[in-house]
C-alpha cells in the first residue's frame, strides 16, 4: 500500500505527504540509511526524537547476513532491528555492481562471490523481489543495473548506457511480475537510468511510467562524475515524472544538493554521508561544516551549533569533548557526531517542509545558502 | 563534603546513604568506570536512566588527554563529560603502576614516558592531588603504590609487601597535607595496601584511620591473584574499617564478588567488567552469563534476559539481532550490549539494597546464587 498526497508545490519543489503500511511521510524528506539493519552508531529511539520517519536497509547485505532464514523468523526487518516505522529496501543491484571485477553481469542477474564466506552466489530481479518480500519493508526497489559514469578512465558510450538502461527495464518488467506473484501488499518503485545522457533518461522514464508503479526513482547519479553533471541530471529528471507519484533521488548527497535537489522536484532522499562523516569527524552545521579533528576545537567549550536542537547540542557536549573523545578513540565521538549529522539532515527537510507550507521556500532557500556560505565560527 | 549515613545493617552488610557535593548516592553501589570522561559506548543520559548515581574517571588518562589546561577552563570534570552527579577519581596510581618496565618508583612519586606521546612526567602525591582539584570529583583517591601479587613469576615477599605499604602510608600523608593546602571542597580516601599479609592490612589500616580520613578504600586486589586469596582478603579488611564511614573496594568484580563483597562489608564498587565484557559479547543476566557470538543465538528472537527492564531488553532487542550485529561489527552490539551489562550491575545492587531496607539480604543472596547458578535458558 502506498498514497501519496501532494500538498503545495512551488516551481518545480512539492510538498507532500506518503502514507505506507508503516505510516505517514511527510516529503521531502531525508531517509537514514541501515545498511545492516542498523544506522550505523545509532539507537532507533534517537532516530524517533530526531523525527526520522522513514529509514532505509539493503537487501544485499541483509541477505548476506543475518540470511532470510533470520529474517523470516522475524516476519520482517521492522522487527528484527525494533523499528516500527516505514522503511525502504534497495534492492542489492548498486551494492553488486559495486564490487566491480568481482561480479558478472548477464541477462538473467549477476552472479557474484560473497565477500563474506566466498559463496557463489547470483541475484535476479526474482531473488530481489523474494528477498525483499521477506523483508516486507514499505518500499521495494527494482532490481537494476547501475550505469557507470566511467570504467578505467574511459567515460561510459551512449551505446553503453544504452544497453544498461535497456537491461534495468526488462529486469523493471520481471521485478513487476514477480513482486506481483509474491503477493507482496507494499510498494514498488522503478528507477529511472540512461547515465548521463538525457534523451536515454527520458526513455527510461517514459517505459517505467508506462507500467504505472507506485513511485520512481533516479538511480545512476552520485556514481563519480563530476559535480555539473550531476546536477545537470538533476535539473533534467525528476520533476519529468509522474506529478502525482513520490520521486526518489539515490544517494544524494551534501546538504547543498538536498536542497538543489528539492528545487528540481525531488520528494525522498537517502546518503550515507551524515553518518561516515560523523566517524570521520566532519560535522554539519547551519553555519557551515565544522572539523572536528581541528586543534582550533581543543579548548572551545561551545556546542557543535548552539542554534542546533539535537540531544548532542542540546544536552551541552561541547565541541572540546568532542575533539577530545575523538582523538582518545572513544566510542562515544562516533556516537553523538552521528546523532547530531543525521538531526542535521532530518531537520533540514523539516524547515524545507515548513517554508514549503508557508509559500517561502525561495526564501528559505537563499537564507540557506547565505547561512551555510558563512562558515563556522 | 561528604556525609555517611548508616542506614541498616545484616552480619557485616551495610545499606547506607552517602552525601557528596554533587549529590546522593545510596549504598552499597556500584559505579561505572568512566577512565578519559566517558563510560564507554554509552551516553550520559543512558547511565541516569538505569539509575547509575556516582561515575569514576581515571587521573592519569585525563592527565594525559585532554590535560589539565583543558579541564580548568571547564571547571572540572563534570561539565566537560556533560555529568552533574558525583564522579569519584583514581589517583593515577594504579594506572602508572601498570605500565610495569616503562615506569621508575622513587620516594618521591613515579616516573615515566607518556603513552601518548613519551613526554617524561613525574606523578607525585601532590600532583595527583592537584589534578584531581582540577577535576573537582566529589571523591578524590589518594596516590599509592600497588602491591603486585607476584612480580615475573615470583610471589611478592612479606618484606616487599611492606616496604610498598608503608611508602603508600607516607604518601597517603603527603595527600593530605596537599588536599588541604589545595583547599579542596571534596572528599579525599585512602587506600588500605599489604599485599596478602593480613598483619600488613591491618598495620596499613590502623595507619590510616589515624589519620581521620572520610572514607576508605581496599586496594591492591584484583591485581592478577588466585580467586581464594581475593576472597581471603575481602573477608579480613572492610569490615574492619570504621563503621560509620563508606567502605570502597577497588576494581572488583564479578556479580558474584560484589554479592559476596556486600557480605563483607563493603560499600562501593568499580569494574571495568560490564562494559570491557559487553564489548567483547560476554553478557550478564539474572541467569548467569551468555556469550553473545554462540551459534544458538543466531535465531533466539527472545531479549538478553527476560525479566530485564534495561533499554536492551525492554525495547526488544533479540539476542538473534545483537548477534547479528556483533557478527557484522556493528557498534550498535557495544552499545546495547553495554547498557544491558551496566545496567545488570547497577539494578544488582539496588535489589541488594532492597534485600537490606527489607532485612533480607540472606534470602535474597541464597536466591541470587540459585538464579545465577541455573544458566541461561
Known sequence: ?????????????????????????????????????????????????????????????????PGVEVLKQFRGLHRFEAWDKPILTDSGGFQVWSLGAMRKISE???????????????????????????????????????????????????????????LSLRWAERCRTEFARLENPNALFGIVQGGMFENLREASLDALVAMDLPGYAVGGVSVGEPKDEMLRVMAHTPHRLPAHKPRYLMGVGTPEDLVQGVADGVDMFDCVMPTRNARNGHLFTRFGDLRLRNARYRQDQRPLDPTCTCHCCAAFFSRAYLHHLDRCGEMLAPMLASVHNLHYYVNLMREVRQALDAGAFEVFRAQFKRDRERGID
Open 1 to 65: 500500500m502506498l498514497s501519496f498526497q501532494l500538498l503545495a508545490t512551488q516551481g518545480h519543489a512539492r510538498r507532500g505527504r506518503l502514507t505506507l503500511n508503516h505510516g505517514v511521510v511527510e516529503t521531502p524528506v531525508f531517509m537514514p540509511v541501515g545498511t545492516y539493519g542498523t544506522v550505523k552508531g545509532v539507537m532507533p529511539r534517537s532516530l524517533v526524537e530526531m523525527g526520522a520517519e522513514i529509514i532505509l536497509g539493503n537487501t544485499f547485505h541483509l541477505w548476506l547476513r
Open 108 to 166: 538473467e542477474g549477476v552472479k557474484f562471490a560473497s565477500p563474506v564466506n566466498g559463496d557463489k552466489l547470483l541475484l535476479t530481479p526474482e531473488v530481489s523481489m523474494q528477498i525483499q518480500s521477506v523483508l516486507n519493508s514499505d518500499i521495494v526497489m527494482q532490481f537494476d543495473e547501475c550505469t557507470p559514469y566511467e570504467s578505467k578512465g574511459v567515460l561510459t558510450t551512449e551505446a553503453e548506457a544504452y544497453a544498461s538502461m535497456a
